[in-house]
């Protein structure tokens, strides 16, 4: 498949390009930026064939078949559609919308063009995440009715976009979307109700610390996240006989191994788990490739457009739970 990359944002030029040039059956073939000599500078420094200085010319690149999107997140659903008017398929940063009802404008251009669209969640593309599931379905864990997500980052700048809440800034949206697609993903099932406390940061106008229960059919998913706080990152499956901590659960370093602790609760502090590494592995390169086999009709695409919206609807009912103080349904 070659693959287009639509903008020269940070997450394309250093994680995701890099990682879909590794890719067995994924190419880098252009990139666009809306300023000509930066996209010709980061083709450079990549290696990508051809540059454009507007996104209209890469849709127009009849030999692109798919687009990648990491713009900001308010331009997730027009110019993902765009693409899809242009023959394109796409796979679109998360979040896929500023919340569900604008998703669903891109689920009915999908259902027009014929095209695939996918959201780029990379940790269901992760070994890790791919043994934990596989675990918790088996019972080794025995019945899992508790999730719990900590994920933080400390950002204060101003003029950063993840901290501008007119184009879907904010830590809910950036980080706090993991907790509960992961959540979904072990679980497969989708949330009953939801509840959740939520701080504004009083000068950006974003959610800086946001807290949540959310309730499944199988149990209770737990989160933090927050954007004003030392960096850290962790999620806790916990069993009837077993626990399974992710220790690098989302930000894992292609280049070294991953680790799972499983523990039986034999001795407190997880002092006898037993921990699996597992060889480095780029989950964006994983991700990159699973969507161009669906895309050339290889494989079925696991987490379709349907599958992102389920995700916003969650995180829509959060924000409505927090301004309101009740529980909410998703």
Known sequence: MNWGILSTAKIGREQVIPAMQKGEVSRVAAIASRDQAAADKAAQALGIPRAYGSYEALLADPAIDAIY????????VPWSIKALEAGKHVLCEKPIALNAKEAETLL???DRTGLVVAEAFMVRYAPWWQRVRALVREGRLGRVSAIQTAFSYYLDDPGNIRNMPGIGGGGLMDIGCYAIATARYLWGSEPIRVAGLVEMDPAMGTDRLASAVVQFPE?????????????HQRVTVMGSKARIEVLIPFNAPPD???QILIDEGRALGGLEAVTESFDPAD???RQGDAVSRAILGEAPLEFPLEDAIANMRVIDALFRAAEKGTWEAP
């Open 69 to 76: 999107n990491p713009l900001p997140n308010h331009l997730h």
């Open 108 to 110: 009915a251009a999908r």
């Open 219 to 231: 149990g209770h998913l737990t989160f933090t996240c927050g954007t004003q706080l030392v960096p």
């Open 256 to 258: 070294a191994p991953c």
């Open 283 to 285: 989950q964006y390169t």
